[in-house]
């Protein structure tokens, strides 16, 4: 008897003659069956109801969170005017992974794979929609930080890069280069299954090293490092300018500890956002790229995957905590009459005229002859964007 379809190393391409062999592998083919045929909510009962109770909670903060970001950002108008269309494409990426793929999860714990047998194309798409959208995930965050940089530490150029017909464009083309890269998957460099270890339709992280490297190394560890380094520039930034402003007191250290201070407290945000990518998604590349035996646990799989999807629900929560600015849009957008007023000065709108107001305004690449009045509108159009910073 040869035995070629089961992926122990004692089965695989061998002829079995001795019964202990053969009882041996026989019972590994039964292990297998039954794992395929049993979803994790009847093999393993609590951490099925674990995992459930966690991502329908994730599912729900997701998806009503993006739809608010959505939904504010178009009816409300002077909520972060920079960036804007940046912001609503990741909301609108977000969303597809909480609101299509997050469920699908859910009922691949609970169902198991039998459910989609006769639903294969709904496995395909669900794993195809889910990675793309996690693919312009991230060059929408990658964008919106490059837009951030641009607009904090080259201001004079950020009106001719980012306008709001070449924002759309580029997030059009975002969602295009994303499926290109997904789509690898339909033509034999990877594929699409259900992952007996996830217990959810997903991209074949086994078929191909080189497209799961492709995928840890440069589709979620590029984008990490580029945030990391404009998130440090800005940082060096802001620290130079709140430094120079108190130069002229430096003697007094307690002056330079609050420049510090502050220069900490305005990139906080911007802090959240690079850590929370870096603790969502690198566990995932890390473990997709050294289990291509497929030998580590499912509690280990489950955790990874779930973690990465958390990522599409925790941004929704730091743009709404970190930016009071869109907070007063939501009470606006439901008819709160008391955040009227808040909006009658728009903090972007006000860093907008300070850059293009007459050709005398400080600017942080100024030589003005008054260089602590340079400064000082610096520091106020760098701690407005920063505070109105999205995720």
Same mark, same amino acid.
Request: aromatic share 12%.
């Given at each position: 008897?040869?035995?070629?379809?089961?992926?122990?190393?004692?089965?695989?391409?061998?002829?079995?003659?001795?019964?202990?062999?053969?009882?041996?592998?026989?019972?590994?083919?039964?292990?297998?069956?039954?794992?395929?045929?049993?979803?994790?909510?009847?093999?393993?009962?609590?951490?099925?109801?674990?995992?459930?109770?966690? %991502?329908?909670?994730?599912?729900?903060?997701?998806?009503?969170?993006?739809?608010?970001?959505?939904?504010?950002?178009?009816?409300?108008?002077?909520?972060?005017?920079?960036?804007?269309?940046? #912001?609503?494409?990741?909301?609108?990426?977000?969303?597809?992974?909480?609101?299509?793929?997050?469920?699908?999860?859910?009922?691949?714990?609970?169902?198991?794979?039998?459910?989609?047998?006769?639903?294969?194309?709904?496995?395909?798409?669900?794993?195809?929609?889910?990675?793309?959208?996690?693919?312009?995930?991230?060059?929408?965050?990658?964008?919106?930080?490059?837009?951030?940089?641009?607009?904090?530490?080259?201001?004079?150029?950020?009106?001719?890069?980012?306008?709001?017909?070449?924002?759309?464009?580029?997030?059009?083309?975002?969602?295009?280069?994303?499926?290109?890269?997904?789509?690898?998957?339909?033509?034999?460099?990877?594929?699409? &299954?259900?992952?007996?270890?996830?217990?959810?339709?997903?991209?074949?992280?086994?078929?191909?090293?080189?497209?799961?490297?492709?995928?840890? #190394?440069?589709?979620?560890?590029?984008?990490?490092?580029? %945030?990391?380094?404009? &998130?440090?520039?800005?940082?060096?930034?802001?620290?130079?300018?709140?430094?120079?402003?108190?130069?002229?007191?430096?003697?007094?250290?307690?002056? %330079?500890?609050?420049?510090?201070?502050? =220069?900490?407290?305005?990139?906080?945000?911007?802090?959240?956002?690079?850590?929370v990518f870096l603790i969502c998604w690198t566990p995932y590349a890390v473990t997709?790229?050294?289990?291509?035996?497929?030998?580590?646990?499912?509690?280990?799989?489950?955790?990874? =995957?779930?973690?990465?999807?958390?990522?599409?629900?925790?941004?929704?929560?730091? &743009?709404?905590?970190?930016?009071?600015?869109?907070?007063?849009?939501?009470?606006?957008?439901?008819?709160?009459?008391?955040?009227?007023?808040?909006?009658?000065?728009?903090?972007?709108?006000?860093?907008?005229? =300070?850059?293009?107001?007459?050709?005398?305004?400080?600017?942080?690449?100024?030589?003005?002859?008054?260089?602590?009045?340079?400064?000082?509108?610096?520091?106020?159009?760098?701690?407005?964007?920063?505070?109105?910073?999205?995720?």
């Open positions: 008897m040869e035995v070629f379809d089961t992926s122990n190393p004692e089965c695989k391409g061998r002829f079995l003659n001795d019964s202990e062999t053969l009882n041996s592998c026989m019972d590994f083919v039964n292990q297998s069956i039954a794992l395929r045929k049993y979803p994790l909510l009847q093999t393993d009962r609590w951490l099925a109801i674990v995992y459930i109770v966690t %991502m329908a909670t994730a599912l729900l903060v997701g998806t009503c969170g993006n739809t608010l970001i959505i939904l504010v950002s178009a009816v409300v108008k002077g909520v972060n005017k920079s960036g804007k269309e940046f #912001i609503v494409n990741l909301a609108l990426a977000d969303f597809c992974v909480t609101a299509i793929a997050d469920p699908l999860c859910i009922i691949g714990v609970a169902k198991g794979e039998q459910f989609f047998d006769d639903k294969k194309w709904l496995c395909e798409s669900v794993a195809s929609l889910c990675l793309t959208a996690c693919f312009c995930a991230f060059l929408s965050l990658t964008l919106l930080t490059l837009s951030r940089y641009i607009y904090l530490c080259h201001n004079h150029i950020y009106d001719k890069i980012f306008t709001r017909v070449s924002c759309i464009i580029i997030c059009v083309i975002s969602w295009v280069v994303a499926f290109l890269f997904e789509f690898p998957n339909f033509i034999g460099w990877g594929g699409h &299954y259900f992952d007996q270890k996830n217990h959810q339709c997903i991209w074949d992280r086994t078929a191909s090293l080189s497209y799961t490297m492709f995928v840890s #190394i440069g589709l979620i560890g590029g984008p990490l490092l580029v %945030m990391a380094i404009c &998130y440090f520039l800005i940082f060096q930034e802001i620290w130079k300018t709140k430094r120079d402003i108190y130069k002229l007191d430096s003697e007094n250290p307690n002056r %330079m500890r609050k420049a510090w201070n502050e =220069t900490v407290r305005s990139s906080k945000t911007l802090f959240c956002i690079f850590v997709v790229t050294l289990d291509m035996q497929n030998n580590f646990s499912t509690e280990i799989h489950l955790f990874i =995957t779930l973690l990465a999807h958390f990522h599409s629900s925790v941004n929704c929560i730091i &743009y709404t905590t970190g930016n009071k600015r869109f907070r007063m849009g939501i009470l606006r957008c439901f008819g709160c009459t008391s955040s009227q007023k808040s909006f009658c000065s728009n903090p972007d709108v006000i860093s907008k005229k =300070t850059h293009s107001g007459s050709s005398n305004t400080p600017s942080l690449n100024s030589d003005s002859s008054s260089p602590q009045i340079t400064k000082s509108s610096s520091l106020s159009t760098i701690s407005v964007s920063v505070t109105s910073s999205p995720p």
